[in-house]
C-alpha cells in the first residue's frame, strides 16, 4: 500500500455529503494510501465508498461518524422498477438533495433493493441518482413499496486490501422502529472484496446490522463493539471463506449477536463476547455454512439459543460459556442447540443458567443427529 496520506481536514469541501472523507480518498494517488480522521464529528449524509488499497483511520473515541435524523418507511404512490430515476412517494419530509435514501417492498430487497441519491425533490416525486439498482426488480404500492434513509456508512464493492480502523460509528437512533432492517444497510457492509480488516471500530445506534462481510475472502474483524444496532451485530455470509472474527463484544442488538448466514466456511469465531442481544448469541451455524471453528466465545443474557447450530455440519464448537440465554422465553431455548447435525466436534463447553428464575432450562440440546457428531465433555447446569 502507497504511505501518502491525506488528513480529512485539510480538504475544502464545505458542501460534502460525507463531511470530506470521500473528497480525501478521492485525493490519493492511484495506488492507494491512507486517510486520516482526526478528533472530530463527521455527519454523513450518504456512504462512504472505498476502493482498493486504502487505510482509513481515525483517533478513537474523539473521532466520531454520524447519520441524519431518522426517515423510515416513506411509502411509494406509483410502481417504479430498480433503475427508474423517478420515484413517487407520499412526502419527502426530513429528506434533503444529495441524501442516499434505500427502496424496497415485501418481495424485494437485500440484493434486490435500490440504492439512490436524491438530486431534486417536487411536490409528489424524487428525482434519483441510482448508486445500484436493476430494472428486472420491480416494487408496488401493492407491497407496501417505501424508502428510508438507510445506507452502510462504509460500502466496499468488489474490493482488496481496505484497513478501517479506531472510529466511532453512531446512527442516533437509541430506540429502533423496527426490529429487523436489511443487511445491505449495516454500518460496515462489504461485497466480494478480499483481504478486509477491521479494528477498534465502536458501532452504536444504527439502524442495520453493524459489519457485514459477503462473499470474498480474508476478512479479519477484531477488537470492535456493536451496540444497540437494528440487526445483527456481525454477520458474515454470501459464501464468505477464510475470515476471522476475534475478541470482538455485540451486546443490546436487536437480533443475533453474532450471525453465520449462507456458505460461510473455514472462518474462526473466537474469544468474542455476546450478552444481551435479541435473538442467539451465535445464530445460523447451519448447513450449508461448514468447517468453522466457534471457540471460546461469551453468549450470555441473549432472547434466544446462546449457541444455534442447527442441521450445522462439519464445524468445531469448544469451549464456549453459554449462560442465562432464553430471556425472550422462559425455556423455549438452549444453551448450545444441535439438531440435524453431522461431522461435528462439540466438547468442553459450559451451558448454566445461575439466575433465580432460571430461563436457559435445556442446556444443551442434541437432537436427531444425521450422522456422525463428537459431543463430549460439556459441563451442563442445571442437568
Known amino acids: 500500500m502507497s504511505q501518502a496520506v491525506v488528513n480529512v481536514k485539510s480538504i475544502q469541501a ?3 455529503a460525507t463531511a470530506g472523507i470521500q473528497e480525501a480518498i478521492a485525493a490519493l494517488p492511484p495506488e492507494g494510501g491512507t486517510v486520516y480522521l482526526p ?3 463527521y455527519a454523513l449524509r450518504r456512504s462512504v465508498e472505498l476502493p482498493s488499497n486504502i487505510r482509513l483511520r481515525g483517533e478513537g473515541c474523539a473521532t466520531v461518524l454520524t447519520r441524519p435524523a431518522a426517515v423510515e418507511e416513506v411509502r411509494v404512490t406509483q410502481p417504479t422498477d430498480g433503475a427508474r430515476t ?3 412517494t407520499v412526502h419527502a419530509d426530513g429528506l434533503c438533495p444529495g441524501d442516499q435514501i434505500y427502496l424496497r417492498d415485501d418481495l424485494s430487497g437485500g440484493w434486490h433493493a435500490t440504492h439512490a441519491i436524491i438530486n431534486r425533490i417536487a411536490s409528489d416525486h424524487l428525482e434519483l441518482e441510482i448508486l445500484r439498482g436493476e430494472a428486472q426488480h420491480e416494487f408496488s404500492p401493492d407491497r407496501q413499496a417505501r424508502i428510508s434513509n438507510w445506507f452502510p456508512c462504509f460500502w466496499l464493492r468488489g474490493v482488496r486490501d481496505v484497513t478501517i480502523e479506531n472510529m466511532v460509528i453512531d ?6 422502529s423496527v426490529r429487523k432492517c436489511d443487511f445491505v444497510v449495516a454500518a460496515v457492509h462489504a461485497h466480494k472484496s478480499a483481504n478486509i480488516r477491521i479494528r477498534d471500530l465502536s458501532i452504536r445506534n444504527w439502524p442495520g446490522d453493524g459489519i457485514g462481510l459477503q462473499g470474498g475472502s480474508g476478512g479479519w474483524v477484531t477488537g470492535c463493539l456493536v451496540e444497540n444496532c437494528a440487526g445483527h451485530g456481525y454477520h458474515p455470509g454470501t459464501g464468505i471463506t477464510q475470515s476471522t472474527w476475534t475478541d470482538n463484544m455485540a451486546q443490546r442488538n436487536t437480533r443475533d449477536g453474532f450471525f453465520f448466514c449462507l456458505r460461510v466456511t473455514h472462518s474462526t469465531v473466537r474469544g468474542n463476547i455476546l ?3 435479541g435473538g442467539h448469541g451465535i445464530g445460523g451455524l447451519s448447513d450449508p455454512d461448514q468447517y468453522n471453528t466457534v ?3 461469551v453468549c ?8 444455534d447450530a442447527d442441521k450445522a455440519i462439519g ?3 469448544q469451549g464456549n460459556i453459554c449462560r442465562n440465554n432464553s430471556r425472550s422465553v422462559a425455556g423455549r431455548f438452549a444453551g448450545i442447540y444441535l439438531a440435524g447435525h453431522r461431522n461435528n466436534i462439540v466438547t468442553g463447553n459450559v451451558c448454566v443458567d445461575d439466575q433465580p428464575l432460571p430461563t436457559q432450562l435445556q442446556p444443551l440440546a442434541d437432537l436427531q443427529p444425521a450422522g456422525a457428531n463428537i459431543i463430549r465433555d460439556n459441563l451442563c447446569l442445571p442437568d
Not at 450470555?300 to 449457541?307: E, K, R, T
Request: proline share 6%; glycine share 22%; hydrophobic share 30%.
Open 14 to 16: 464545505p458542501v460534502s
Open 39 to 41: 478528533p472530530g464529528q
Open 86 to 88: 423517478t420515484l413517487y
Open 171 to 176: 446512527g442516533g437512533i437509541t430506540t429502533h
Open 275 to 277: 450478552v444481551g442481544n
Open 295 to 297: 471457540i471460546g466465545n
Open 300 to 307: 450470555a443474557d441473549n432472547g434466544m439459543h446462546g449457541i
Open 315 to 317: 464445524n468445531t464448537i
